[in-house]
């Protein structure tokens, strides 16, 4: 057992320290010394499985060159307006800015009610590359005393209209001039305008329509322009 000493004749025990006093007042207590601890390691769990390792790999991919080998467009497109207000008029024509080629046409119509109406804008002399279909007349009567023009697949032949008509094993077209194409008389006092663009190559510059504007004669007005 501990002990507790002192300067007198005095001794005290005590359960777990000792103690050494040399006066009543000044007591010094020691405290036991630190138990060893033994070192051990603890031994890697084994565990059967399966599973295999496996390694992933992140990329960042990036275009810093692009180019377009080809292109596909849209043969035939077209659109048609909204009414177009008119008023109660005699004639109406109309004028337009347009852009078209040796491979392309645009096809300019005029709906009254439940009826289409060819119209040829002012200004424009003939009717260009007007694709022919297969047992349908032309858009327009033609002025058999000017010239015109047939083409096959774009290549220009020796044919009449209605010989070119009668024929279903190509894309046929003919730029001719028209009889009384410019200007319609309209029966509503409200009209639509159609339009039709037609490519008759992929690699051809498409046609396009800047403005188109519709005039009025007579009528209401003796002069009234209706876009």
């Given at each position: 057992?501990?002990?507790?000493?002192?300067?007198?004749?005095?001794?005290?025990?005590?359960?777990?320290?000792?103690?050494?006093?040399?006066?009543?007042?000044?007591?010094?207590?020691?405290?036991?010394?630190?138990?060893?601890?033994?070192?051990?390691?603890?031994?890697?769990?084994?565990?059967?499985?399966?599973?295999?390792?496996?390694?992933?790999?992140?990329?960042?991919?990036?275009?810093?060159?692009?180019?377009?080998?080809?292109?596909?467009?849209?043969?035939?497109?077209?659109?048609?307006?909204?009414?177009?207000?008119?008023?109660?008029?005699?004639?109406?024509?109309l004028e337009t800015i347009y852009s078209s080629n040796n491979s392309s046409a645009i096809e300019f119509?005029?709906?009254?009610?439940?009826?289409?109406?060819?119209?040829?804008?002012?200004?424009?002399?003939?009717?260009?590359?007007?694709?022919?279909?297969?047992?349908?007349?032309?858009?327009?009567?033609?002025?058999?005393?000017?010239?015109?023009?047939?083409?096959?697949?774009?290549?220009?032949?020796?044919?009449?209209?209605?010989?070119?008509?009668?024929?279903?094993?190509?894309?046929?077209?003919?730029?001719?001039?028209?009889?009384?194409?410019?200007?319609?008389?309209?029966?509503?006092?409200?009209?639509?305008?159609?339009?039709?663009?037609?490519?008759?190559?992929?690699?051809?510059?498409?046609?396009?329509i800047k403005s188109a504007l519709i005039r009025a004669y007579g009528g209401d007005a003796l002069w009234i322009d209706?876009?």
């Amino acid at each position: 057992m501990p002990t507790v000493k002192t300067n007198g004749s005095s001794t005290q025990t005590t359960s777990n320290s000792s103690v050494t006093t040399s006066s009543e007042s000044d007591i010094n207590l020691t405290p036991p010394a630190m138990p060893e601890l033994e070192e051990f390691t603890v031994p890697e769990p084994k565990i059967n499985t399966n599973l295999e390792r496996r390694y992933k790999f992140g990329y960042f991919f990036g275009l810093d060159d692009m180019t377009f080998k080809s292109k596909n467009v849209n043969l035939t497109c077209g659109k048609i307006t909204k009414e177009i207000e008119i008023g109660k008029v005699e004639m109406i024509e109309l004028e337009t800015i347009y852009s078209s080629n040796n491979s392309s046409a645009i096809e300019f119509s005029i709906i009254d009610q439940d009826k289409e109406i060819p119209i040829m804008p002012i200004g424009d002399q003939v009717i260009e590359n007007e694709r022919i279909f297969f047992g349908l007349p032309l858009r327009f009567s033609i002025d058999r005393s000017k010239p015109y023009q047939i083409k096959k697949d774009g290549v220009s032949i020796d044919m009449t209209p209605e010989m070119a008509i009668g024929k279903n094993d190509g894309v046929y077209t003919i730029t001719y001039t028209p009889l009384n194409a410019q200007q319609y008389a309209p029966v509503s006092d409200k009209v639509k305008l159609k339009v039709v663009m037609r490519l008759y190559s992929k690699s051809a510059e498409a046609p396009f329509i800047k403005s188109a504007l519709i005039r009025a004669y007579g009528g209401d007005a003796l002069w009234i322009d209706r876009l």
